[in-house]
């Protein structure tokens, strides 16, 4: 065959390929303001540093090929701010991009190439989950399922995000709970099946908002860590998480410029701090006076509200952030917030990201509701991941520091450095409750104080520092510039910025 002849069928078909679904079902997701898969990478790429791989993959069914342009996956390599990374694109207008062989194989490519050469993994979730007839039977198990005996295992060699951006039923859902970093749009739904098919299981019309939806995963799983209304604004997202990591888990996250004007931020830091020791306050205030101007990024805010946690930096360096939070619960700790900075620290000492913890709690949230919820449990792992960390960990004593709590935020040595504010209080409970129990049946008043009083002896940050179970006392305004020092001292030199990954493979869900 001539070479024009063959060059004018590789246009051809290269632009079948680009087609996708076809122009109707393309025409439809953009009057209703929804990316393509295609688009969702260009939007996220630099520009022209996408590279395909698989554009002429097919569905392997007979009869199937021309019906199936990319089997329903866009997959390849890009750059994000000149940084290479894996990506795929779920293409929902092909056979609603559900899984079938060619594509798995695709995704499977993408992921081996990725997770061997060190790059960030990006997955575009929306999927209607196994393609049938492909999988049915005894054959369509043997040869679409089960073929890659390492397909769901995280051992946190690279940062995997994962956007779920409309029906995520299926392995969209399984790899976004896979997944380091998770954003969703309003509007998407994340499940185990679609509603139809829960609905015939359980005999009852089932709601997918109730299903999977937003709040769900938001508010109530925390399988979702931010929030968004636009694929617009889901790009945004990745790129800025993807802005605080490295590459791959054997190298130190990128470090940049501290903007202009951040060192002044903590001038007004006390502003922030109420005098009384029983009011609340917003410690997302408090973190901003210390981080770099603009840099804090919080996750799961809708979740485990006790705490607030995210990434930001200090000096130009990513930093974790753990900071008990007195608007929710007046900072006492429950199982969804210990859950949350269980999974944060396992994250963050993955990927050689220090840790920085904000002290201001009276313990853990205790009763029936928390022990049916495994209670103790969740704050061991807490605990056992604290102390499994091997990144450079600091706390910031700012008020209470009452019991098991004050070692599960670095208190003793679970922290390499501990620094206090004279506001800073710490003991085994609150003095208020303690003396209750002491004069547990006692109804004189007098006596009682007198109680409470010995109760509040010795819980100063001065006695604190005075056994050394502080290295220092500061005043609230001086923080910024203390952990940057202390930072620069407790920089991870002999391994050029990388931990030891002990809880590499530690569950991403449990």
């Known amino acids: 065959m001539p070479h024009e002849q063959l060059m004018q069928e590789y246009d051809e078909r290269r632009q079948r390929a680009l087609a996708m679904g076809g122009p109707e079902k393309l025409a439809r997701r953009r009057e209703a303001g929804i990316m393509n898969a295609r688009e969702r990478i260009d939007a996220l790429l630099d520009a022209d540093s996408f590279l395909e791989s698989g554009l002429f993959g097919t569905s392997v069914m007979p009869g199937d090929a021309d019906n199936t342009p990319g089997d329903g996956k866009v997959a390849g390599f890009g750059r994000i701010d000149g940084r290479e990374v894996g990506i795929i694109s779920n293409d929902f207008t092909v056979k609603g991009a559900s899984s079938s062989l060619t594509n798995m194989k695709k995704m499977g490519h993408i992921k081996r190439v990725a997770t061997q050469r060190g790059l960030p993994l990006v997955m575009f979730g929306e999927s209607s989950g196994a393609r049938m007839p492909d999988n049915m039977g005894a054959r369509g198990m043997g040869t679409m399922l ?243 960390a091997s990144v450079p960990k600091l706390s910031v004593l700012m008020r209470k520091s009452y019991g098991q709590a004050y070692l599960n935020m670095g208190g003793g040595r679970n922290s390499d450095d501990i620094v206090a504010w004279p506001t800073a209080e710490v003991s085994f409970m609150d003095p208020v409750y303690a003396a209750r129990v002491v004069a547990w049946g006692s109804n004189d008043p007098a006596e009682i104080a007198r109680i409470e009083a010995e109760m509040r002896r010795d819980s100063s940050a001065y006695d604190l520092a005075g056994i050394y179970g502080v290295q220092a006392v500061i005043k609230p305004q001086e923080t910024r510039r203390y952990l940057k020092r202390m930072l620069d001292i407790h920089e991870m030199r002999p391994t050029r910025g990388v931990g030891q990954h002990q809880m590499r493979n530690w569950p991403t869900t449990y």
């Open 146 to 388: 089960g073929n890659d005996p390492v397909q769901y295992v995280r051992m946190r060699e690279t940062p995997w995000v994962s956007a779920i951006l409309g029906q995520c039923y299926g392995s969209s859902a399984w790899y976004a709970c896979l997944s380091d970093f998770v954003v969703m749009r309003r509007g998407a739904v994340m499940a185990v099946a679609s509603p139809a098919l829960a609905s015939m299981a359980i005999g009852q019309k089932v709601d997918p908002e109730e299903l999977g939806g937003v709040r769900l995963h938001a508010e109530l799983t925390g399988l979702v860590d931010i929030v968004v209304d636009t694929d617009a604004e889901a790009m945004a997202a990745i790129k800025r998480y993807l802005a605080y990591m490295p590459s791959h888990a054997k190298e130190a996250p990128p470090r940049l410029a501290a903007p202009e004007g951040s060192d002044e931020a903590g001038d007004g830091i006390l502003a922030a701090l109420p005098e009384n020791r029983t009011r609340v306050y917003d410690v997302r205030k408090i973190l901003r006076s210390v981080l770099d101007r603009d840099s804090f990024m919080e996750v799961k805010p809708l979740y485990g509200k006790p705490a607030v946690i995210g990434l930001g930096r200090l000096d130009g360096r990513s930093v974790g952030i753990i900071a008990n939070n007195p608007m929710g619960k007046a900072g006492a700790l429950d199982v969804a917030a210990c859950e949350k900075i269980t999974r944060f620290i396992v994250m963050c000492d993955s990927f050689n990201i220090p840790l920085l913890m904000f002290v201001d709690t009276p313990g853990f949230v205790i009763g029936i509701e928390g022990e049916k919820q495994k209670a103790p449990g969740k704050i061991m792992n807490f605990m056992t991941a604290l102390q499994m």
